[in-house]
């Protein structure tokens, strides 16, 4: 039995812009500072994790005119914090989230390169498309594209990036590139050496069908949104099952959902731990701003301890500026109203319900045998841990759990590579030069 068992992945994402982080607890530290980013940098590679995980954003938030409370003012550009973590770890994978839509090939695959260089073969790209015009305001080019138009630019710019990867032989030697598309077109030839492992690691989030698709024919990892257990069996079946149409294999695409944990005692003690840390989350001004991006409503005057609105929501007004639709705001209203009757439970307490990522809530054995299972029953290949606190979220996670996942078999002891495709069990790329 032991011998059948398969290995997970662990990797961590910073904490930042979204409802996960706790920012009034008194243990919460700068987001912007580098001595938490190296904290947390640090504590993953103590944990053997895989990669630590940047996202991005190219334009803070708005809601109703104003910056909207849990985005970070004065955050440093991801690439370059990258860069200076790779002076201070040895292993770790260092991963980006980077536009598809507000950047160039030739000058994105040229930093990628670099940092790829600089950290001995450590980078990786989560590649994201940009949906919004509000975002797009900030760059010469303006606007936005459609969803279908993103994604074939998404793919066109990964397949350009990896044609200036491959144009320097593994022997050193630099030939001509020439890329023409729909999107670009480059010639001449590219100023940075092949990297030492090939290509950095490709990460795409997309879930559409889009998405799905283009994750099998472009990605090596997936940062997958299906934490339960059900939803990810669904996901994993359905990607794994796209990868032979590009000649790929299963074990060529690796699938890590984002999930936080909370651990205790005794899963009494964790639970209860659990449902504090959603009430700090969620707090009764959150609630009504979670409230009123779906009914695209002012609803201030409402008691966040009352029942949800009785009006229906205005899909022509948009409130919130530079995030994701929710989609449908009806579908999503008559949900929330159901549940809210069901339970009996107020706004705050429907927001809390229904925003809250996939956790895993427990004891430290119990987190760990959780896990396992997950990745027993093909739901994922492993996790990336996004923690409630900077910069020491990740501690309790790393001197607890790390070690029973070990005993158990299913996570390393030690590296052994020194990239992150090694790390990850993932071929180096056939040069196509």
Do not use: C
Not at 33 to 39: G, L, N, T, V, Y
């Amino acid at each position: 039995m032991t011998a059948l068992r398969r290995r997970l992945h662990l990797a961590a994402h910073f904490p930042g812009v979204n409802n996960t982080t706790v920012w009034a607890d008194p243990r919460s530290g700068s987001q912007i500072d580098f001595a938490s980013f190296e904290h947390l940098a640090r504590t993953a590679e103590r944990g053997l994790f895989d990669f630590f995980f940047l996202a991005e954003g190219l334009r803070l938030r708005e809601h109703k005119g104003r910056v909207h409370d849990l985005d970070v003012v004065g955050r440093p550009e991801s690439i370059t914090v990258l860069n200076a973590l790779a002076a201070v770890t040895d292993r770790l994978g260092l991963a980006a989230t980077v536009s598809a839509t507000f950047n160039e090939p030739y000058e994105l695959a040229r930093r990628l390169a670099s940092l790829d260089h600089l950290s001995g073969g450590r980078a990786g790209w989560n590649v994201v498309t940009t949906s919004d015009a509000f975002t797009g305001e900030n760059f010469r080019r303006g606007g936005f594209l459609d969803r279908a138009d993103r994604y074939r630019r998404a793919e066109e710019f990964v397949r350009a990036a990896r044609t200036l990867w491959d144009s320097w032989t593994p022997d050193g030697t630099a030939r001509p590139v020439a890329h023409t598309g729909d999107h670009f077109t480059i010639a001449g030839e590219f100023t940075v050496p092949r990297s030492p492992q090939g290509h950095p690691v490709v990460i795409q989030a997309g879930d559409s069908a889009d998405g799905r698709e283009f994750a099998a024919s472009s990605a090596d990892v997936i940062f997958s949104r299906h934490g339960t257990l059900e939803a990810g069996r669904a996901f994993y079946a359905d990607v794994k099952s796209r990868l032979a149409a590009y000649g790929r294999r299963p074990e060529d695409l690796k699938i890590m959902p984002g999930v936080t944990f909370v651990l205790g005692a005794s899963d009494a003690e964790a639970q209860e731990r659990a449902a504090e840390i959603r009430r700090q989350q969620i707090s009764p001004q959150n609630a009504i701003l979670a409230l009123e991006q779906i009914w695209g409503r002012d609803l201030s005057s409402y008691d966040p301890d009352g029942p949800l609105p009785a009006v229906d929501p205005d899909p022509a007004v948009t409130l919130a500026q530079g995030r994701v639709s929710a989609g449908d705001p009806f579908e999503t209203a008559a949900r929330w109203r159901a549940l809210s009757e069901a339970k009996g439970l107020s706004i705050r307490q429907t927001v809390i319900e229904t925003t809250g990522r996939q956790s895993f809530v427990g004891t430290p054995q119990g987190v760990a045998e959780e896990m396992q299972r997950f990745v027993d029953l093909e739901a994922v290949d492993g996790f990336i841990l996004v923690p409630h606190l900077t910069p020491g979220g990740l501690d309790e996670f790393v001197e607890r759990v790390v070690p029973l996942l070990q005993e158990r078999g299913v996570f390393r002891e030690r590296y052994s590579g020194t990239t992150l495709r090694s790390h990850l069990g993932l071929a180096e790329p056939v040069w196509n030069g």
